[in-house]
């Protein structure tokens, strides 16, 4: 029936986004259309996938319409709306005066739509179908039929963004297994997620989703980084990607974030994650695992919690405090660790253990 090729190529774009122009390409025909975009949100370059026989129309858009599209405001559907077509929005007479259709869309062969929505949210995923002026705009049969194909790309959908969810998850575990705190941003910078690693409050913090910097002079330098890692053009184009170091008003050694984007060149409208954010806590030493240290020395569990607060660069006080004993307990605790590991002094047992890391 119509609309299987466009359920089964769907989601070939959506876990490979470089394929999206050609699967575009099919979902249009197969729907009944001579073109077809999918955009996450605003209609900005970044956030728009195109089919490749309408590539060129809608470069000329971002550059010569976009600023006067009224579809932007007035088309907004939902995802239990259906397939909507132009007469659902306008009237003949409206479609006849608006300068969208009548000076962009008509002097390039084009001028009917079908749009319909993928997701909800502040920032639906809309796929849109262009049709040429000769074909005339579609008609509700047309519209009834594409529709019934609809829920099957809404799951297809949704099944996407879960895979490419897990597939961004995989990146803040990688980075809590380095010991380094892990951040994913959206195309607009805001935060999406966040691994286990991560302290906020000294020196970083997150404002209604946002990365923000404890001291206003080093917030340039953060916005700088997150802004090169969501921007869609090719990296030679940019800036070259630089660390933000963050200080800290507890004194202790700065934060560094590393910001990096997780698209190609083409970006991948569906994906909800487009940058990871590496955060690397200079006053935290590199140590090794507990259990390394259990079974390379034969530590009892206390006694191997002590040595990772001392690996880690805590005082012998500190050390005490956290383990909830007093500081002589702590000492004796700590010659049985020297022997177990055969060092003498507490600087040589940080040694041994940055070694070990």
Known sequence: MPGNQAI????????????????????????????????NGTAVPSRVSTSISITSIVEEYFTLAANFDSREDRVNPKPDDGFM??????TPEEIDRDPFYVEFLRPRGFGWHAAAALTGGSSPLVLS????????????????????????????????????????????EALLAMGQGGLLLNSDGVV??????IELG?????????????????????????????NLSPPSEL?????????????????????????DITPNPV??????VSIVDTAVLPIPTP????????????ETELAVLLGSGRSLSEAADLCHISQPHARQRLKIVFQKTETSRQSELVTLLLRLA
């Not at 077509?85 to 306008?90: H, K």
């Not at 020196?203 to 890692?229: F, H, K, M, N, P």
Request: aromatic share 8%; net charge positive.
């Open 8 to 39: 089964d190529t769907f989601f070939v774009g959506a876990m490979a986004p470089s394929l999206w122009p050609t699967a575009l390409e099919t979902i249009a025909r197969d729907l009944g259309a001579d073109g077809a975009t999918l955009t």
């Open 85 to 90: 077509g132009d007469f659902d929005t306008y």
């Open 129 to 172: 179908l262009k049709r040429r002026w000769s074909m005339g705009p579609f008609q509700r049969s047309e519209l009834a039929q594409i529709s019934s194909v609809l829920p099957y790309l809404q799951a297809a959908a949704h099944a996407a963004q879960l895979a490419l969810s897990f597939r961004s998850q995989d990146h803040l």
């Open 192 to 197: 999406l997620a966040r691994n286990t690693a």
């Open 202 to 230: 000294d020196g970083l913090t997150i404002v209604e989703g946002r990365l923000r910097a404890a001291y206003s002079s080093e917030q340039g330098a953060l916005d700088r980084a997150v802004a090169i890692a969501v």
């Open 239 to 263: 800036p070259v990607p630089s660390p933000a170091i963050l200080h800290r008003p507890s004194g202790r050694r700065p934060l560094i974030l590393r910001i990096a984007r997780l698209f």
């Open 271 to 276: 994906a909800s994650a487009r940058a990871v």
């Open 291 to 302: 259990s390394l240290l259990r079974e390379l020395f034969g530590l009892t569990p206390k």
